[in-house]
């Protein structure tokens, strides 16, 4: 049984011309599954049984099995999700006043090993297939009923899960554009999705010129030195190798700004001379940063900057004309904010 979220609109016509379908029915089989939300070809009205029960003995609409949910005070629900081969992942929910966001992850596991990590401390498992990606999407929106009910209308989605984005990109790309099949309503266009990277640079040389949703690197240190020292992917794509493709981004993407993120960790990268390097190094990059609170998990050796050296750190470069907003973490209170995920609670 093929899974028919992880073919592509063009592969489809392919495949439904194997079928001796006519091409028609491709847009009519993506309406009632991305538009509609239905989750089996019986529920597809306006088919014959005939042609029902041939797309059901060939493909199936793939949905995780939801584990666990977990809601926190602040409206935030974290799913965790089992996977065919009962491996788990989880993906977050976070409402707010003017939008609905979903958090959702790439990987089992992730194996670039951020010290400051939960994700990566656990190591990596295997990469998220297509379907298993729009199946966060899905199983969410069956969820909170946003197929039905516009009000909990899925706006934006972040790449901020489980798991590096651009070390399963293929795979991503493909979630990506079929995510915007659902129409007016319930697609989700690349302007609403954000991808947060740790800096592949290999892989965001070929890609930027046709990247189309926003993008987010986690940079978290302003000197190599540093950043090595807490983020090893420093070793094989430097500092100096990811500034200049930020500011290849910009050329080719003049409109759009990318968003730095930075965990401040105390007595690490929070001081104000660490503050005038990062002022330094954004120097020509069209950008702004996002400062984050660290979000504490167990086993982990770190402690997080207080408010005050937050506010601080925002202050100089907010006073060098660097905008700087402070990320206010979601669902601390059931480790769903970022870098707490992992798939085993
Ligand atoms: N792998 C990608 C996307 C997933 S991580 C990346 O690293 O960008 C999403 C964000 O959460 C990243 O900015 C990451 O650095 C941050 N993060 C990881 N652990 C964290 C922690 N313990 N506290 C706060 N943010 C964390
Ligand atoms: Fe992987 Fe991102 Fe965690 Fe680093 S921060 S270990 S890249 S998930």
Redesign the pocket.
């Given at each position: 049984m093929k899974g028919i979220l992880n073919f592509t609109q063009e592969q489809l016509v392919s495949q439904f011309n194997n079928l001796k379908f006519a091409k028609f029915r491709v847009q009519q089989v993506i309406d009632w599954i991305y538009s509609k939300g239905v989750t089996s070809f019986t529920q597809m009205t306006n088919f014959n049984g005939q042609t029902q029960g041939t797309l059901s003995n060939s493909y199936c609409i793939y949905r995780p099995q939801i584990s666990a949910i977990k809601k926190s005070i602040d409206g935030t629900i974290k799913f965790l999700l089992k996977l065919d081969d009962s491996l788990t992942i989880e993906s977050v929910f976070i409402p707010e006043d003017h939008r609905n966001t979903i958090c959702l992850s790439?990987q089992v596991g992730?194996a670039?090993g951020?010290k400051?990590?939960?994700?990566?401390y656990n190591g990596f498992k295997r990469n998220l297939k297509p379907e298993e990606i729009i199946g966060q999407v899905f199983v969410i929106k069956d969820y909170v009923d946003s197929w039905k009910d516009r009000t909990k209308r899925i706006s934006n989605v972040?790449?901020?899960?489980?798991?590096?984005?651009l070390y399963n990109w293929n795979n991503v790309n493909i979630a990506m554009q079929n995510l915007k099949l659902g129409g007016e309503i319930q697609g989700l266009s690349p302007k609403r999705i954000t991808?947060?990277?740790?800096?592949i640079v290999s892989v965001l040389e070929k890609i930027i010129p046709t990247l189309e949703c926003n993008l987010?690197?986690?940079l978290?240190a302003p000197n190599s030195a540093t950043r090595s020292s807490i983020m090893p992917i420093n070793n094989l794509y430097n500092l100096e190798n990811l500034l200049t493709i930020c500011k290849a981004y910009n050329r080719l993407h003049p409109n759009k700004l990318i968003t730095f993120?930075y965990?401040l960790l105390n007595g690490i990268n929070d001081n104000t001379g660490m503050a005038k390097q990062l002022i330094k190094i954004l120097h020509g990059v069209k950008c702004k940063v996002n400062l984050?609170?660290?979000?504490?998990?167990k086993g982990?050796k770190?402690v997080?900057s207080d408010e005050q050296k937050i506010q601080n750190f925002r202050k100089i470069l907010v006073s060098s004309g660097i905008n700087a907003t402070i990320r206010h973490?979601r669902g601390r209170d059931i480790m769903a904010?970022?870098?707490?995920l992992q798939s085993s609670n």
């Amino acid at each position: 049984m093929k899974g028919i979220l992880n073919f592509t609109q063009e592969q489809l016509v392919s495949q439904f011309n194997n079928l001796k379908f006519a091409k028609f029915r491709v847009q009519q089989v993506i309406d009632w599954i991305y538009s509609k939300g239905v989750t089996s070809f019986t529920q597809m009205t306006n088919f014959n049984g005939q042609t029902q029960g041939t797309l059901s003995n060939s493909y199936c609409i793939y949905r995780p099995q939801i584990s666990a949910i977990k809601k926190s005070i602040d409206g935030t629900i974290k799913f965790l999700l089992k996977l065919d081969d009962s491996l788990t992942i989880e993906s977050v929910f976070i409402p707010e006043d003017h939008r609905n966001t979903i958090c959702l992850s790439t990987q089992v596991g992730c194996a670039v090993g951020c010290k400051f990590c939960n994700t990566g401390y656990n190591g990596f498992k295997r990469n998220l297939k297509p379907e298993e990606i729009i199946g966060q999407v899905f199983v969410i929106k069956d969820y909170v009923d946003s197929w039905k009910d516009r009000t909990k209308r899925i706006s934006n989605v972040v790449f901020m899960g489980m798991g590096e984005p651009l070390y399963n990109w293929n795979n991503v790309n493909i979630a990506m554009q079929n995510l915007k099949l659902g129409g007016e309503i319930q697609g989700l266009s690349p302007k609403r999705i954000t991808l947060s990277t740790s800096g592949i640079v290999s892989v965001l040389e070929k890609i930027i010129p046709t990247l189309e949703c926003n993008l987010a690197i986690s940079l978290h240190a302003p000197n190599s030195a540093t950043r090595s020292s807490i983020m090893p992917i420093n070793n094989l794509y430097n500092l100096e190798n990811l500034l200049t493709i930020c500011k290849a981004y910009n050329r080719l993407h003049p409109n759009k700004l990318i968003t730095f993120e930075y965990i401040l960790l105390n007595g690490i990268n929070d001081n104000t001379g660490m503050a005038k390097q990062l002022i330094k190094i954004l120097h020509g990059v069209k950008c702004k940063v996002n400062l984050i609170q660290f979000n504490s998990w167990k086993g982990d050796k770190f402690v997080g900057s207080d408010e005050q050296k937050i506010q601080n750190f925002r202050k100089i470069l907010v006073s060098s004309g660097i905008n700087a907003t402070i990320r206010h973490s979601r669902g601390r209170d059931i480790m769903a904010a970022c870098g707490q995920l992992q798939s085993s609670n």
